[in-house]
Structures are given as C-alpha cells and as structure tokens.
C-alpha cells in the first residue's frame, strides 16, 4: 500500500508554519520505506487553499512544526493525519522518524484560530 507525506518546507529543512511554506516535500511511501520523492510549491496562501491543495496531491500524512485550527480541522476533514510540533530538521529526515516510530512531536508552534 503507497502511502504519501507532506512536510511543509524551506530548502529541505521544515518550515514551523504549514501556511507560510516556500514549498511542500512530498515522500511517496511503500512498505515502510521511501520509494519516491518530490518538492511541490503550493498554490499562493489564502485561507483554506493548502488543506484542499494537499488534499488533492493525494496526501495521507502532514508532519508540521505549526498550523492553524482552521486549516488543522479542514484536513481532518479530508482524512488526513496531522503530526504537530516536530522539531526543525531536514524534511526526509523528518519522515524517515515517522517511518521508524521516533518522529518527537508537541507542541502546535501556532496559535492562528483562523
């Protein structure tokens, strides 16, 4: 089963705000090991776009440093689970720690009801 991941970012490192990234890496995930990788840049940020963009990549999974309520409840409605908290590190390596159940999460870094 192919599994696909989100992690906001900035260069390959993660940005601590889901809505403010320069792009989105993408891991396409098959039996717990990365077979393909992509860098994706969003549309431009409104309120409401990125949930819905994710949503359409095909995305099961987004690992995010923060996000807000609004845009963390839209991809709970689309299915999606949301890690949050996660410290700054590079974006594979960020998954490659979900991949092996060592992914340290916290915190949502955002206070943004919107």
């Given at each position: 089963?192919?599994?696909?991941?989100?992690?906001?970012?900035?260069?390959?490192?993660?940005?601590?705000?889901?809505?403010?990234?320069?792009?989105?890496?993408?891991?396409?995930?098959?039996?717990?090991?990365?077979?393909?990788?992509?860098?994706?840049?969003?549309?431009?940020?409104e309120p409401g776009?990125?949930?819905?963009?994710?949503?359409?990549?095909?995305?099961?999974?987004?690992?995010?440093?923060?996000?807000?309520?609004?845009?963390?409840?839209?991809?709970?409605?689309?299915?999606?689970?949301?890690?949050?908290?996660?410290?700054?590190?590079?974006?594979?390596?960020?998954?490659?720690?979900?991949?092996?159940?060592?992914?340290?999460?916290?915190?949502?870094?955002?206070?943004?009801?919107?």
């Amino acid at each position: 089963m192919s599994t696909k991941i989100a992690v906001p970012a900035e260069g390959n490192k993660l940005c601590s705000h889901f809505g403010h990234c320069q792009s989105f890496y993408i891991a396409e995930v098959e039996n717990g090991k990365i077979v393909n990788e992509t860098t994706v840049t969003p549309p431009a940020h409104e309120p409401g776009v990125f949930p819905k963009w994710v949503s359409e990549q095909g995305i099961n999974t987004v690992i995010a440093g923060g996000m807000g309520e609004k845009a963390k409840d839209m991809l709970s409605t689309y299915k999606i689970d949301v890690h949050l908290g996660v410290p700054t590190k590079a974006t594979r390596e960020l998954v490659e720690d979900y991949l092996n159940d060592t992914l340290v999460t916290g915190k949502n870094n955002c206070d943004h009801k919107h």
